[in-house]
């Protein structure tokens, strides 16, 4: 959907966009935060040919009832973090905020290379993992040409992509939700420049076998970049799946996304990186620096949280206790939920999406609400069990 649209045609398609209104933080997140949302008939965020998003306008942390306490589930974060070393590492490193941080930077490059068993020249780091996904997407479709995605899936990409001039080819998941592989490849044309899989995928929460995905990746990458996010790869406990890192081994042009956000408990410290080739890397660096934006503090606390593997292996561990808490729970009441390999879970609703966000928040619950394939779903981040027990307690209340 093209965001050129004059507000006649947008009339007459249905769609109209949001400006000035006060939105939650997490819904405008990105290079582009400033962007109109646009909103349908039923006035819900257009986020995708087969999704949309209820929302309520305001409702973030800070005006809640701080009085009682408050579950926030709606942004896919780690509850536990960030690590105690990594605390103590931004607390040694302040007295060093007032130099630029390129030694250390270098530094934890080497060591994030030596992890994934690449050469430093394959790493390029970013505050966040979307803030490089926005930036090859500025860079790539600055002249135009499309991304084949997904549909749903993580809009950060495909949003700065068409907003710089390129365009979308969505193609609908499967029927369980996984990535439709065959239909992306066909999707590819001689205007495709990138094609982009978030594995697993957000918002659905379901994995792409890992070896289907590698060897599709493997052979249409000879033909088009592909980029794979991998935000969330390393709380898929239990799925047949792999990194694509391997792929560049093999000097594939695949570009493979990691976070510290998610495993490691450093979403508001924002720090994350790609691997691709180094090819690939020097067409981003001839117009953006990567690594520029990280504080000096957040690169301390990133190599501290890499060596805190009991930290990891905890989060993985809690996070897979509170998701089968909450699918026992809501077994028991009936819901049907889409199998999770994230820190989150999607569950169809009978209410009003935007009626289910407020009662929600009323009893101090602040999840997300979409409509996907004619239902209105729930999606909740898992967060520590007694957050888990107060969405449950809240959820048993409206049934």
């Known amino acids: 959907m093209s965001q050129k649209l004059d507000r006649r045609n947008l009339l007459k398609s249905g769609l109209l966009t949001l400006g000035g209104m006060a939105v939650a933080p997490h819904l405008r997140a990105g290079a582009f935060a400033n962007a109109p949302l646009t909103l349908d008939r039923s006035n819900r ?18 005006n809640q009832d ?37 030694k250390e930077l270098y530094d934890l490059i080497g060591k994030i290379a030596k992890k994934e068993g690449v050469t ?43 907003s710089v001039g390129g365009t979308w080819k969505a193609v609908p998941c499967n029927d369980d939700w996984t990535h439709n592989l065959k239909a992306m490849e066909a999707a ?33 990458s000879e033909k088009v970049p592909i980029f794979i996010d991998e935000a969330y790869i390393e709380l898929a406990v239990g799925a ?24 490691m408990g450093m979403a508001g410290l924002r720090i994350g990186y790609i691997a691709a080739l ?64 994230t820190n989150f879970v999607m569950f169809p609703i009978s209410m009003n999406g935007k009626e289910y966000l407020s009662k929600m928040g009323a009893k101090g619950v602040m999840v997300r609400s979409f409509d996907m394939r004619d239902k209105t779903w729930c999606r909740v981040s898992i967060g520590t069990m007694d957050e888990m027990k107060m969405f449950v307690s809240a959820l048993q209340d409206l049934t």
């Not at 965020?45 to 800070?62: C, D, N, V």
């Not at 926005?134 to 949003?159: H, Q, R, T």
Request: proline residues 6%; hydrophobic residues 35%; neutral net charge.
């Open 66 to 102: 701080t009085s009682k306490m408050i579950a926030k589930l709606n942004a896919n974060e780690n509850p536990y973090g960030p690590p105690a070393p990594a605390m103590q590492a931004v607390k040694d490193s302040v007295n060093g905020g007032n130099r630029y941080a390129w």
């Open 240 to 263: 047949d799946t792999e990194s694509m890192i391997s792929l560049l081994q093999q000097k594939k042009n695949v570009i493979i996304a990691r976070t510290f956000s998610k495993i």
């Open 278 to 341: 180094p090819t690939f890397l020097d067409q981003i660096q001839d117009i953006t620096r990567g690594g520029m934006g990280i504080a000096y503090t957040s690169i301390a606390a990133a190599s501290a949280a890499m060596d805190d593997k009991d930290f990891q292996d905890n989060t993985r561990k809690l996070n897979h206790e509170a998701k089968q808490y909450l699918y026992s729970s809501l077994d028991k009441m009936g819901y049907k939920y889409i199998p999770s390999y």
């Open 120 to 162: 430093p020249d394959h790493i390029m780091m970013g505050p966040g993992s979307s803030d490089l996904l926005e930036k090859v997407a500025i860079v790539l479709f600055k002249d135009g040409g499309n991304v084949v995605s997904a549909d749903p899936s993580y809009m950060s990409l495909m949003n700065v992509a068409k």
């Open 188 to 220: 590819v044309d001689k205007d495709t420049k990138l094609v982009y899989i978030c594995n697993p995928n957000n918002p659905v929460a379901m994995i792409t076998p890992g070896k289907e995905l590698l060897d599709f990746c493997s052979r249409v």
């Open 45 to 62: 965020i257009y986020r995708s040919p087969l999704l949309r998003e209820h929302f309520l306008p305001g409702q973030t942390l800070e």
